[in-house]
């Protein structure tokens, strides 16, 4: 749908006094509060069942929701929502936001989460998640990146219009609790609030990833995913291994076999019901982002001395990121840690499988496809059962319209100094999918700060807060030149 031409320019936003006033704002009042932000270990549900009872998720809403009231713009209406499930029991709170437009009942939708990926190992020396610390333009610790500075965010870059008496749609700004979960609250709450969210034209998203700190990165795809426990049975009790070995198989070899009828053990490549055929127009973006990126699409990981990447070929390393799918061990029961390990047969190992799927493949016919690959013809009839639970479809990003892309575009020469690009994303955001059925004239600005090194869900996250503040920056432009191809 193109948007209605617009009968006269909208006041345009000035560049250098919205840079100024975000950049202050960031240093004085959204990088201090972030601090106090990564300090709360509100862990999303997934992993801290006792979330309601240990009270950090509503300190975060509180601490969260405080900052943005405080902001002085016009109009604007907060609301911390909680529904019940269908137990009765409380579902992880939403902060729901809404900001009259001036002119028009056009909507933006912008969206965050403020729930945590757990702990993780592998923190270094004086870091840790719940540890705010300030190095470098950076701020370590869980959560801030990914994704506590959304809603901060997305309110600057609206308070910088309201400042210049800029023109912008009405926007609606939603945070959830239960992203790192798989959003699985989310439904509901989206249900409960639509007759407020409106109908959005253009939804943003700060929850995604950057190629690098450079420039204004769009996030065109993202993966889904199918995750369950793999479970090889061989004996009722453990017993002794010079005893048992060779009359009774592992059940860890028997789990390598099972694995192998997925991916092949020596290139990682996953067998052909998981694929998709890649677009063309993705493809071709796939080239650019080798280009503009280079080797950095693998020198940002910590690669152990002498260790390579699963490819030469670049192109091929976008693709396998974005496009194709992956089998990842995440978690695994039955097998006793090292130092007390002693020469048993085990009784059973149990494996916790995360197979990232393509963007446009369903992912829970996926995982029903998983369940019949696994569980077919168990070797020496070892009792094998594949459980899956979390399984969310990806997300390709409809065609963009010619204004978004102009946008998009121009917010990045004018607060990164050089043009956007677009990529896929090798990870989830499960609203993406929703609102695309939801919504689908809706056009999307995904876009984040999880760039190189800054290791969401891993060990020492960090926050860069330039391109924080240049990303706010961007999406106040985006907001502004939506207003003016709307006509707004
Ligand atoms: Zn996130």
Same mark, same amino acid.
């Given at each position: 749908m193109s948007p209605a031409?617009? /009968?006269?320019?909208?006041p345009?936003?000035?560049v250098?006094s919205?840079?100024?006033f ?5 240093d004085?009042s959204i ?13 999303s549900p ?9 009270g950090?998720?509503?300190? =975060?809403v509180e ?5 943005c009231?405080?902001?002085p ?15 009765g ?9 809404e900001?009259?437009g001036?002119?028009?009942n ?8 403020l ?5 993780? /190992?592998?923190?270094s ?5 719940w540890?705010?610390?300030?190095r470098d333009d950076?701020?370590y ?6 994704d506590?500075?959304a ?6 870059a609206i308070?910088?219009l309201?400042?210049q ?9 939603l945070?959830e609790?239960c992203?790192?979960s ?7 709450y989206v ?14 998203c700060l929850?995604?990833?950057c190629?690098?700190?450079?420039q204004l990165?769009g ?9 369950g426990d793999?479970?090889?049975e061989?004996?009722t009790?453990?017993?002794?291994s010079?005893d048992?070995s060779?009359?009774v198989a592992s ?8 694995l192998?009828r997925?991916?092949?053990?020596a290139t990682? =490549?996953?067998?052909?019901?998981f ?5 063309a ?11 503009v ?6 020198s940002k990981f910590p690669f152990?001395?002498?260790?390579r990447?699963?490819? /030469?070929?670049?192109?091929?390393l976008?693709?396998?990121?974005t496009?194709?799918?992956a089998?990842?061990i995440?978690?695994?029961?039955g ?6 390990a002693?020469n048993?047969?085990?009784?059973r190992t149990? $494996?916790?499988?995360?197979l ?5 493949m369903d992912a829970?016919?996926a ?18 059962r ?12 409809p065609a963009m319209a010619?204004?978004?892309?102009n946008a998009v575009?121009?917010a990045?020469?004018?607060f990164?100094?050089?043009p ?5 994303e090798g990870g ?8 695309g059925?939801k919504?689908p004239? =809706?056009q999307f600005l995904? /876009?984040?700060?999880l760039?190189?090194?800054s290791?969401?869900?891993?060990p020492n996250?960090f ?24 006509? $707004?």
């Open positions: 031409p617009s /009968t006269q320019p909208a345009s936003l000035d250098p919205a840079r100024r975000i950049e202050e704002t960031w004085r990088v201090p509060t972030l601090v106090e932000y990564v300090k709360i270990p509100n862990k997934a992993f801290d069942r006792d979330w309601k009872r240990n950090h998720m509503d300190r =975060a601490l969260i929701a405080a900052w009231r405080a902001r713009i016009q109009g604007l209406k907060l609301e911390v929502v909680r529904l019940k499930n269908e137990k029991e409380e579902r992880t709170p939403v902060i729901f936001m900001i009259p001036r002119d028009s056009d909507t933006v939708l912008l969206y965050g989460h729930d945590k990926q757990p702990e993780m /190992t592998g923190w020396d004086g870091l840790g998640p540890i705010p610390v300030l950076k701020l610790g869980r959560g801030g990146a990914d506590g500075y809603a901060f965010g997305s309110l600057a308070e910088a309201e400042r008496g800029a023109r912008r749609a009405r926007c609606v700004v945070i609790g992203e790192e798989g959003s699985f609250d989310l439904p509901a249900d409960h609030l639509a007759p407020r969210i409106g109908t959005p034209s253009l939804v943003v929850d995604s990833g190629g690098n700190y450079e990165w996030t065109t795809s993202l993966r889904g995913l199918v995750g793999l479970s090889v061989v004996l009790e453990g017993v002794h010079g048992a060779g009359i059940s860890f070899r028997i789990l390598r076999q099972l192998a997925v991916d092949d053990p990682g =490549a996953v067998v052909r019901d694929h998709v055929q890649i677009p127009d993705r493809l071709a973006q796939a080239k650019v982002v080798a280009e990126l280079g080797d950095e699409i693998h152990v001395p002498g260790m990447p699963m490819h /030469t070929d670049l192109v091929e976008v693709l396998n990121r496009w194709r799918p089998l990842s995440v978690g695994m029961d097998i006793p840690p090292t130092a007390s002693g048993v047969l085990r009784p149990v $494996a916790r499988l995360s990232r799927v393509p963007p446009t829970p016919g995982a029903k496809r998983l369940k019949q690959l696994l569980e077919a013809d168990p070797p020496y009839g070892a009792r094998v594949f459980d899956y639970e979390k399984s969310g479809s990806g997300w390709n990003a010619a204004w978004l892309e575009g121009a990045s020469r004018d990164f100094g050089k956007a690009v677009y990529n896929g989830s955001i499960p609203f993406m999918g929703m609102l059925e919504f004239a =809706a995904i /876009t984040g700060l760039g190189p090194g290791n969401a869900h891993g996250e926050l860069h807060i330039p391109t924080g503040k240049r990303l706010t920056g961007a999406v106040a432009g985006v907001l502004s030149a939506h207003a003016a191809a709307r006509g $707004a």
